[in-house]
């Protein structure tokens, strides 16, 4: 069993930027990868970025490409999101996630262990 928990959401006006931290406990040595998604009202849950447990190059969403950052610190078991250049559009709840699984990190439903999110809130 994995937990995790987010934190570092908050109120932001449009330019600017935000961190997220998500901690890992448990079983973290099962893990393959963790990533980062979001779920806005009314919408499907959508990838963000994820990383490999040993690192290597991340992936990203067009969505958020050049603006958002996914990073890891396995001493601690943590993953960061450096959030930059927000937009009204990023307003959502954003969600940590572990997987096992070996295939497509980008799909929500490979992923095993949640958070239980952060609320991203970005102002015009």
């Known amino acids: 069993q994995v937990h995790l928990g987010e934190s570092g959401g908050g109120l932001v006006h449009a330019g600017g930027s935000l961190r997220l931290d998500c901690t890992a406990s448990?079983?973290?040595?099962?893990?393959?990868?963790m990533g980062w998604f979001r779920q806005a009202p009314g919408k499907e849950r959508e990838f963000l970025a994820t990383?490999?447990?040993?690192?290597?190059?991340?992936t990203y969403a067009d969505s958020v490409k050049g603006r958002f950052a996914i990073s890891r610190d396995n001493d601690n078991d943590m993953i960061f999101l450096q959030m930059n250049s927000l937009k009204p559009e990023d307003t959502a709840r954003y969600y940590c996630?572990?997987?096992?699984?070996?295939?497509?990190?980008?799909?929500?439903?490979?992923?095993?262990?949640w958070g239980q999110g952060t609320q991203v809130t970005v102002s015009s």
């Open positions: 996630a572990a997987t096992s699984s070996w295939t497509d990190w980008r799909t929500s439903a490979l992923y095993d262990y």
């Open positions: 448990g079983r973290t040595e099962t893990t393959s990868a």
């Open positions: 990383i490999g447990r040993s690192g290597g190059v991340p």
